[in-house]
């Protein structure tokens, strides 16, 4: 399910595992943004997650997990500790905050209307966690494109599926895997449709500042 903002351009998505799901997960990069992702460790007590939420924001944007806790409590599911039932909800965030309004983020609200609005058909594109997302960033956002969340899945004949849902706010550009040729990316110009091909323009010595600080590629794949 996804929660949308388009007057700050940030949202959410999240993905209900309410009968539970084994998780784990992989970080790389150097300056990741989550929370509950201890609770993946193969020496958590916990074995089940409840729900994973991507989020806009970036560190402000975790704040969202608390109106998805808030969605799966209110339904009595949860880590049982006795007296009440804890939710686990691992969440990591995109860097957004340059393409948008730097002082909006996903809310708690928001993370409970990600909940309310989730469904078995997927919404794509500039939706949920996509809606700040942009690709191409070389040369600052004002020749970026937009990025955005997709998924994908596949069904084999002994039954065995396995789906994907990955939102992409990438430092590079996009390539068709089957051309090779660039979809998405840094431009020439900041009015121009011309790709400027990020790779070619870094062997050419183009230099960008920050290098890591605002591209995050974030990932779910799940299956039976």
Same mark, same amino acid.
């Given at each position: 399910?996804h929660?949308?903002?388009?007057d700050?351009?940030t ?7 309410e ?7 992989d970080?790389?990069?150097?300056a990741?943004?989550?929370r509950?992702? +201890?609770?993946l ?30 969605f ?7 880590f049982?500790?006795?007296?009440t039932?804890?939710?686990?909800v691992?969440t ?40 700040g997302a ?19 899945s596949?069904?084999?004949? +002994? ?16 390539i068709?895997n089957?051309?090779?040729k660039?979809i998405?990316?840094?431009?020439v110009a900041? +009015? ?14 183009a230099?960008?500042k920050q ?6 590629t974030?990932?779910?794949?799940a299956?039976?």
């Open positions: 399910g929660a949308s903002n388009y700050g351009y949202g959410c998505t999240v993905i209900l595992c009968e539970g799901a084994t998780c784990g997960i970080i790389r990069g150097s990741s943004g989550t509950q992702v +201890d609770a460790s193969i020496s958590h007590i916990v074995e089940h997650v409840h729900a994973i939420l991507l989020s806009g924001g970036s560190s402000f944007g975790l704040d969202a997990a608390t109106g998805v806790m808030g799966l409590e209110e339904k009595g599911i949860g049982d500790v006795g007296p039932k804890i939710p686990i691992p990591a965030v995109i860097f957004d905050i340059f393409f948008g309004d730097p002082k909006v983020r996903p809310t708690p609200e928001m993370g409970y209307e990600a909940c309310k609005n989730a469904k078995e058909t997927v919404e794509e594109g500039s939706v949920g966690v996509g809606v942009a690709v191409g960033k070389l040369f600052e956002i004002s020749r970026a494109m937009k990025g955005g969340v997709g998924t994908s596949i069904v084999m004949p +002994d039954g065995l599926a396995v789906a994907s849902l990955v939102v992409v706010n990438a430092f590079g550009d996009i068709d089957v051309t090779g660039i998405a990316g840094a431009r900041p +009015d121009s449709l011309e790709f400027a091909n990020t790779v070619e323009s870094i062997k050419k010595g230099v960008k290098f890591g600080l605002v591209n995050t974030l990932g779910v794949v299956t039976n």
